[in-house]
């Protein structure tokens, strides 16, 4: 067999194995991507009215919103501007509960509770990380299957590679006549299409899988020269006091932060899970943006900043290699690039998940023709 005999062949198994895969990953994908701008749409209730008064504290927010969940965990509690409200966000892994209460920041009254884990992004997102399976199962299909989706894109293109130069137009655009059977028009959205999209869609499936697998993000952060620590670090407390006083130092620090940072777009309090651990804080400088968004630390017994040896430490201090693994959610959906990034990466989307239902339309087209020559002999 020649080099494009086994490439096409390796093309045409792989697509076959992976293709429902890569289309419900695709179109899921394709739905998410204006998540943020469709919920905008209908989520009045977290605006309130600014008052002249005081906020309720990290911690009466967390007690407030204890009495509804008593029994689940709180992951944090998000501040936002003046006429917005606080955000109490509970998560636990076994079972998976995820929800958010919302309050008032001046009265402390229950505003609404939202669960994450019901809905149609709630439903959309199961399908694109583990197509409804459980967890343990799904994430493991999926993210072999992007895997070997790059390796789809990749001799797909050496396959659209023409043999002469004259018939490369023929693969850069739709020439069709009334009298072009369907096949050949088939053929074309497959190759043409497939052509064009290939560079983003190698980019969506790449940013994907390195949120599956932290060998692959591991090895991309010291290709580019990375020095930190690629996980998520809490570091330890400097302090060894223990003793509380009737002042919580946690409850003065978003206060300390929003005067810091009056142009910051939120902070999330993380509280600390035992003595030892520092408070977390994530600030977000940027609306719908993550990767520059500072991730600080503070003793929870003398609120001294504290600095981690991850990569996910202050933006300002990051340097290359730590800024590209911090991008890769925003360059996943696009918002790398604001809405006409968004716009990009829903198109680029919605054609990958064309090119499985063109690929196998080729591949019935080929056997079914074979068939009908065969029967007619």
Not at 123 to 143: C, D, N, S, T, Y
Not at 155 to 179: E, Y
């Amino acid at each position: 067999m020649t080099f494009k005999k086994i490439i096409f062949q390796l093309h045409k198994i792989l697509g076959l194995i992976t293709g429902l895969v890569v289309f419900i990953v695709a179109i899921t994908g394709c739905c998410w991507t204006f998540k943020d701008e469709i919920e905008s749409l209908y989520d009045d209730y977290k605006n309130v009215s600014p008052q002249n008064q005081p906020i309720i504290t990290p911690t009466e927010a967390r007690e407030i919103a204890k009495e509804i969940f008593p029994n689940n965990t709180v992951h944090g509690t998000l501040f936002k501007k003046s006429d917005e409200a606080i955000e109490v966000i509970f998560y636990d892994a076994e079972p998976e509960f995820y929800q958010s209460v919302f309050l008032n920041p001046y009265s402390g009254k229950v505003i609404q509770i939202d669960d994450h884990l019901s809905g149609f992004f709630a439903f959309v997102l199961k399908g694109h990380m583990r197509l409804w399976l459980p967890k343990a199962i799904g994430e493991q299909v999926v993210g072999a299957s992007i895997l070997v989706f790059i390796l789809i894109i990749l001799s797909g293109f050496i396959l659209w590679l023409p043999k002469k130069r004259k018939n490369l137009k023929q693969r850069l655009r739709f020439d069709w006549k009334k009298t072009t059977r369907w096949k050949r028009k088939n053929f074309d959205l497959h190759t043409v299409i497939g052509f064009y999209i290939c560079s983003l869609a190698l980019i969506l499936a790449f940013t994907g899988s390195m949120m599956s697998y932290n060998w692959l993000k591991y090895i991309v952060y010291k290709t580019a020269s990375g020095q930190k620590n690629v996980h998520f670090i809490v570091p330890k407390n400097l302090s060894n006091i223990n003793e509380k006083d009737s002042e919580v130092p946690i409850d003065h620090l978003i206060y300390k932060l929003k005067k810091e940072n009056p142009n910051a777009e939120s902070f999330e309090i993380h509280y600390p899970k035992t003595k030892e651990e520092s408070i977390y804080v994530e600030v977000s400088n940027s609306k719908g943006l993550y990767y520059d968004s500072d991730f600080r630390f503070f003793d929870q017994n003398t609120l001294e900043e504290i600095e981690t040896p991850s990569i996910y430490g202050k933006y300002k201090n990051a340097q290359l290699a730590d800024k590209i693994l911090r991008m890769n959610y925003d360059i996943h959906i696009g918002a790398i690039g604001g809405i006409a990034g968004k716009i990009i990466a829903f198109l680029v989307s919605l054609l990958t998940a064309s090119l499985p239902i063109t690929g196998v339309l080729l591949w019935y087209g080929r056997n079914y023709k074979k068939k009908k020559v065969i029967k007619s002999i």
